[in-house]
């Protein structure tokens, strides 16, 4: 018999429940809508709701609308702590549908998510989906999907549970893919508040993220590289007796201060959320925790005599700490910047001479931001500039600084102080401080296929964890590379260093090589009985996952930089092969129609079948981002796509390039243009 089609609708009002006061709110996105906008967001709403309780929950969507700025749907979020439990105690007829379930839940659990009443796991405004009846739907069809049904995702909607084969993903997400006449932060802003289109960022509407850990890796490669190239450290050496000073202890910028610590470094690291510091503080990912800078930079020198490694919360502004910096005279070897400057006038960013509960709010008393939000954008500028001109002072008495591909420069631009690009009237051609992405992963990492590879061991237990960080080490030959070398190091310390937050989860920097390695010796632990079912995935910001001139396309230098194929057809390769989760979002860490980005996520049942996925699906994950690289020219990707087609000649090839003479075209354009 067919299913009635209200009976997927919400026909029970469940009780209101408040907020706990120590978990952080997002602050209202504003209310902007014409009247007719505004009936239309609540009837878009309404339409997972039973008609019959229509007229008892109009008026709170109109009250949430107008106070926040979006319909959450506060009443429909499951009461208590959502968290990510062991995979037998989720309901469900496949396995893959009970994976993905835990991995949503990790994405909002207290200890992870930056805003989790609202869905937003990290970077301001990166959410799972975009409120609590998509999440109940979403949790409905993932148990009862069958191993021949897709979950098809539009922008946190649930479309439907769709006939499909067993061979195929078991969920395809898309997130806040806009035409491109409307591909701008406005028309997102309009859209997002209809209840149409969602800020995946990366992995928080691709459902993959496993807390700080999840960018703690990379954070450290590069931190770690920075020393390496701009202060001439050994190969094999570290950050000892060097301070790094950066913003951010929240969501994924809270991987900063554990970060440096691992790479031996001082690390200060300013947050104006008190919530968010000493969350880190009691979770262990920052060290010492202080509102007084003379104490901050006391500390600074005592561990600079002893060359000891320590992380510094400064509870104020990033601002107020570079302009201290510059009076005091205070040496400072490495900067960045990890506030949400993607989205600098929606929270992402408090400008300095404001606290954070007078810019944002603080649940009871409405911020700057909603009060007088011209007055807001005027001081973000001000602040953006004057954060900008202070560096600038910092990198003329020697400090290096690079953009974290948090849109820092770009916001900076926008902001009006237009000489941050070396064309002002063009930034995608670049900006006077490099992007970490040009001057440190992309041409040491990236080039060469390494990415941020990531497995959950779904059983929950840290036994399995330990038994798989034991098995990625052994797959590893640290003597194969300067990478591999890291990578060794990293994966033999990750347990001491006490990284899990939420779900059991391991992140570690790996090429197309490695990571099929690793990949197949998990999926036969997996078999054998060893370890319970595993997750494989990895962050966006990979080789081949994410288009954006502005982050992890910068150091492509062919002109393609703007262009999306990549990241598009990663998604759609990633499909065709059988991933069990793929997403492709617009947004990412660099703000609306500045990036393309794709993801996947894969479950290990220890089964043939996901060893012959493993085998496609990962080396065309990561080859079809090498593979670009080396048809822009990038020289370290070009070995590698060389050797890829010595060892694999009857099994396809990759196109090479033939690398003009730059004297031979200077030539013929001189002479040709002075014809003219």
């Known amino acids: 018999m067919p299913k009635d089609v209200a009976s997927y609708a919400i026909d029970v009002l469940p009780e209101t429940t408040g907020f706990r006061e120590d978990i952080d709110r997002a602050p209202t996105r504003g209310f902007f809508l014409t009247r007719e906008e505004t009936k239309l967001a609540v009837k878009n709403a309404m339409r997972y709701i039973h008609t019959s309780l229509h007229e008892d929950i109009t008026e709170e969507f109109l009250e949430e609308l107008a106070s926040r700025g979006r319909i959450y749907g506060y009443r429909f979020r499951p009461t208590g702590e959502i968290k990510a439990r062991p995979i037998h105690e989720y309901m469900g007829n496949t396995l893959q549908g009970k994976a993905v379930q835990l991995m949503i839940d990790n994405n909002l659990d207290f200890n992870i998510a930056l805003f989790p009443y609202e869905l937003v796991t990290y970077g301001s405004t990166g959410q799972v989906c975009q409120n609590w009846m998509q999440y109940r739907l979403i949790k409905r069809y993932l148990q009862e999907m069958k191993e021949d049904q897709t979950l098809v995702v539009f922008s946190g909607h649930p479309l439907g549970l769709f006939p499909s084969r067993k061979e195929a993903p078991r969920v395809i997400m898309t997130n806040g893919l806009l035409v491109g006449e409307y591909d701008n932060q406005k028309e997102f802003n309009r859209a997002a508040a209809l209840g149409v289109t969602n800020y995946g960022q990366m992995t928080a509407g691709g459902w993959m993220y496993i807390g700080p850990q999840g960018i703690v890796h990379g954070t450290y490669i590069t931190v770690l590289n920075a020393g390496r190239r701009y202060l001439n450290i050994d190969a094999k050496g570290n950050l000892k007796g060097k301070l790094f000073i950066t913003s951010g202890l929240g969501g994924m910028s809270g991987a900063q201060a554990k970060a440096v610590e691992i790479a031996g470094g001082i690390g200060v690291i300013a947050e104006v959320n008190d919530k968010q510091t000493f969350k ?397």
């Not at 974290?404 to 000489?419: I, L, P, Q, R």
């Not at 002002?424 to 041409?443: C, H, K, R, T, W």
């Open 280 to 676: 880190r503080h009691e979770q262990g990912w920052v060290s010492l925790v202080s509102d007084d800078l003379d104490e901050v930079f006391g500390w600074v020198d005592e561990y600079r005599r002893t060359l000891k490694p320590v992380s510094i919360g400064y509870r104020g502004n990033i601002v107020d700490v570079w302009e201290y910096c510059v009076e005091k005279g205070v040496k400072v070897e490495l900067g960045s910047d990890q506030t949400s400057c993607h989205a600098v006038y929606e929270g992402g960013y408090t400008p300095q001479g404001l606290t954070y509960e007078e810019a944002m709010g603080d649940g009871e008393n409405p911020g700057l931001i909603e009060t007088d939000t011209s007055s807001f954008r005027e001081l973000v500028d001000r602040s953006l500039v004057k954060q900008y001109e202070l560096i600038s002072r910092m990198t003329e008495n020697g400090m290096f600084f690079w953009d974290y591909g948090n849109s820092f420069m770009k916001a900076v631009f926008d902001a009006g102080a237009k000489d941050i690009a070396l064309n002002p009237d063009n930034p995608a051609e670049g900006f006077v401080f490099p992007s970490y992405i040009e001057d440190l992963m992309g041409p040491m990492v990236f080039d060469y296929g390494y990415g941020p590879f990531r497995w959950i061991c779904l059983s929950g237990d840290p036994k399995d964890l330990e038994k798989t960080d034991r098995t990625a080490m052994d797959c590893i030959d640290p003597n194969r590379c300067p990478q591999d070398h890291d990578n060794h190091k990293w994966i033999s310390e990750a347990g001491k260093n006490n990284l899990v937050v939420g779900s059991q989860a391991r992140i570690l920097y790996q090429d197309a090589h490695g990571r099929v390695k690793i990949a197949l010796k998990f999926n036969e632990m997996v078999k054998n009985g060893e370890v319970g079912p595993i997750m494989i995935g990895r962050d966006h910001h990979d080789p081949g996952g994410t288009d954006s001139p502005y982050r992890e396309t910068a150091n492509i230098k062919d002109g393609s930089n703007v262009t999306t194929d990549m990241a598009t057809q990663c998604f759609a390769g990633n499909v065709a092969r059988g991933m069990t989760m793929v997403v492709l979002s617009n947004g990412g860490g660099v703000g609306i129609g500045k990036v393309r980005n794709s993801g996947y996520g894969l479950v290990l049942d220890g089964s043939e079948h996901v060893d012959s996925v493993i085998r496609s699906a990962l080396e065309w994950d990561v080859m079809v981002g090498v593979s670009r690289r080396s048809w822009a020219g990038n020289e370290n990707s070009m070995k590698v796509v060389k050797e890829w087609n010595e060892m694999n000649p009857d099994r396809g090839h990759i196109t090479e390039p033939q690398m003009a003479d730059e004297g031979l075209i200077d030539r013929g354009v001189r002479k040709k243009l002075n014809k003219g």
